[in-house]
């Protein structure tokens, strides 16, 4: 158990829809990191909070946004859905502000299937 | 350019013997992370072991080590007496040390390990 724990587990939507996704971090972790993982597929980088900002974002379009809240939990939002959107999100909590990469090790929450029909 | 490189989509190993699990990765930036993690069917990613990019001696933890060699940008998985319970899609991935890291993981594309008793 890494104590990040995501909501909801699945979730089915239609096309054009919007959607938000929740996780909370693991207790004393201050930086959330949202991935995308298509079906036989390493995951992708979506984007990463911290301080309650976006600091970090991989190549996905600006209908893929975010939050992160003062107790560091976080909502992944995606809008005007489409079907190539169906996968495994996957939240994953760390602690930033050290030094050294050594320190920042990501662990991961089960993840939230979205099937987009 | 892929930046991590799994050879290996699938493999078959007998119950108690060693296994090596491939991984090859590509960057520029002289500071970076190297990181095993395990996806069992559940779907929840379980961090294995880090190796950083100034480390000198191989990572170990319990049962999995980390065959580093830098100048061939090689980062192989190594667990010693495989259990059925090891039986998971284990991928490889790397986070470059500019900016902080913020840019997130890069993943390879996995390997399927299937341990047979």
């Known amino acids: 158990e890494t104590g990040v724990t995501q909501s909801p587990t699945h979730l089915i939507k239609t096309r054009g829809q919007q959607v938000t996704l929740r996780c909370s971090s693991q207790?004393?972790?201050?930086?959330v990191s949202w991935y995308q993982q298509a079906l036989g597929q390493g995951p992708q980088f979506i984007f990463q909070?911290?301080?309650?900002?976006?600091?970090g974002r991989g190549n996905f379009p600006p209908r893929f946004s975010g939050l992160q809240f003062p107790n560091y939990s976080s909502e992944l939002n995606v809008n005007a859905l489409e079907l190539d959107d169906s996968a495994l999100y996957l939240c994953?909590?760390?602690?930033?502000?050290?030094?050294?990469?050594?320190?920042?090790?990501?662990?991961f929450g089960a993840g939230t299937r979205l099937s987009v029909l | 350019a892929q930046k991590i490189t799994q050879t290996q989509p699938g493999m078959f190993v007998q119950e108690k013997e060693a296994v090596t699990l491939d991984c090859t990765y590509d960057?520029?930036?002289?500071?970076?992370?190297l990181f095993w993690y395990k996806q069992p069917s559940s779907g929840e990613m379980i961090f294995l072991i880090y190796?950083?990019?100034?480390?000198?001696q191989n990572a170990t933890e319990g049962r999995y080590s980390l065959n580093f060699q830098k100048a061939r940008k090689s980062a192989n998985l190594v667990i010693s007496a495989s259990q059925l319970g090891d039986s998971a899609m284990y991928f490889c991935?790397?986070?470059?040390?500019?900016?902080?890291?913020?840019?997130?993981?890069?993943f390879g594309k996995g390997t399927h390990l299937i341990i047979q008793p």
């Open positions: 207790s004393g972790h201050n930086t």
């Open positions: 994953a909590s760390s602690l930033s502000g050290t030094t050294t990469l050594a320190k920042n090790i990501q662990y």
């Open positions: 960057t520029s930036d002289p500071s970076y992370g």
């Open positions: 991935a790397m986070r470059e040390g500019r900016r902080g890291g913020a840019d997130g993981l890069t």
């Open positions: 909070y911290y301080r309650e900002e976006e600091n």
């Open positions: 190796q950083g990019s100034y480390d000198q």
